[in-house]
Each structure stands twice: as C-alpha cells, then as structure tokens.
C-alpha cells in the first residue's frame, strides 16, 4: 500500500524561531493537501498543491511540492503561539479514491 | 466554508448499546467520510459515500456501518458498543474526489 512519512513527529519551538515539516511518499503523487487540527478541534484544509516544484504562500506559510512529486514540505517563517496545533499532510491513494493521512507534526510554541 | 455538523459532541455510553452518530452537510456535497482519530494520532478512513445508496468502506476495518439515503445525511452506527470503539469520530465532506475536504468538529466516544 501507499506509504506516508510525516517528520518530524514533534517540534518544539520557541515564539519567533521558524519551523518546517516534512511529507514524503513511497510513490508519485497527483496532488498533496495540507491541514491544520488546533488541539481538541477538527482538521481544517489549508492548501492543495498539484503541480511539480510548485511553491504556495500564505501569509508565514510556505508549501512546496518536490520537483519528483514525492516530497512537500510547510514552512513557517517567524511561528507564534496561534500555530500551535497538529500539521497533516494527506495524499491522494494510487486507486485516486481516497485521502491517506501522514502521522502529523505535533507543534508546540513557546511564549 | 462547508457546513458540516456532527451529534453528539460527546458520549459516554456503556458496553453493548447501539449507538448512531450523526452528521450532515448543507453544501450539497456528494463526497462524505468518517474518519477514526485516536488523540494526538493520525486519521484513519473507515467509510466514505460518492452519492446516495454508495457506501464503502475505507483503509482501516470497522465494526461500524453507514447509510446515506439522503445526499445530506451519513450516519454512523455501532451495533453494540465495546471499549475498544472509544475514540474520536470525524466526519467529513468534498465537492470533488480528490478536493479538499471539510470536517465537522467530531464525536468523542468513549464505551464503559
């Protein structure tokens, strides 16, 4: 089946210092999404990327999709307490009928 | 913004109840999942629905079941309830198959 790879599993971080985790696939992907879940609330979709070695922005937020299509990656540039929370990226499986979640990257900021 | 509601929020129930979750959507959506989340874990599909009478079931095997009579509508049930079904059941909404989906805030089950 289709493998996905989220790292790191936790990072700590102080208020201000960046942050970045990382999505890898055993296979080629058609698209990767990206969601934020805040602790104890749902998953909410941030950002879909489809083309290879496409870079998306977001305010601090940057998404990059490898050139391979097997790799992105969510930058965080300058973190704040409000991105406290669990980043989930989710591959569409190789039948093209379902979403498959990494393991998420649990992160946690210090004031 | 999709309009995806979940009841109950919360339930605590003992061994051997059935017990149904409900979830609807306002949005139209043909594309609705039930996810199984464990706290601080990864989600797990366990059933999705591409339109009315279409259920199947997802990645990971469940006890549970579900209908979708209604575009709207997606409950989930479970016959008779163990401790082993507690966890957080979300539930969720696209408009395209592999677009981005929508969730509603979850029910947190736990079965005594």
Not at chain 1, 26 to 33: G, M
Not at chain 1, 58 to 78: V, W
Not at chain 2, 95 to 112: A, K, M, V, W
Request: glycine residues 8%; contains cysteine.
């Amino acid at each position: 089946g289709q493998q996905v790879m989220q790292i790191p599993q936790y990072q700590h971080v102080q208020e201000g210092e960046d942050f970045t985790t990382y999505c890898n696939s055993s296979t080629t992907l058609s698209n990767i999404q990206w969601y934020k879940q805040r602790p104890g609330g749902h998953p909410v979709f941030l950002i879909q990327l489809v083309k290879s070695g496409e870079v998306k922005k977001q305010k601090r937020l940057t998404f990059q999709f490898g050139e391979a299509k097997k790799n992105s990656s969510l930058h965080i540039t300058a973190t704040q307490t409000t991105d406290v929370g669990t980043y989930f990226c989710a591959l569409v499986n190789n039948a093209g009928n379902m979403l498959t979640f990494g393991g998420g990257t649990r992160l946690m900021v210090k004031p | 913004e999709a309009d995806i509601y979940q009841t109950p929020r919360y339930l605590v129930i003992g061994t051997g109840k059935k017990i149904t979750l409900e979830c609807s959507q306002t949005m139209g959506h043909d594309k609705m999942y039930w996810y199984q989340q464990d706290p601080g874990m990864e989600l797990h599909l366990i059933h999705y629905s591409y339109g009315v009478n279409s259920t199947e079931k997802g990645d990971l095997s469940s006890e549970s079941t579900v209908s979708r009579i209604r575009t709207e509508h997606f409950p989930l049930t479970l016959e008779s309830a163990r401790p082993s079904h507690t966890s957080q059941y979300l539930c969720a909404s696209s408009e395209r198959q592999q677009g981005p989906q929508h969730f509603g805030d979850g029910t947190r089950l736990s079965i005594l």
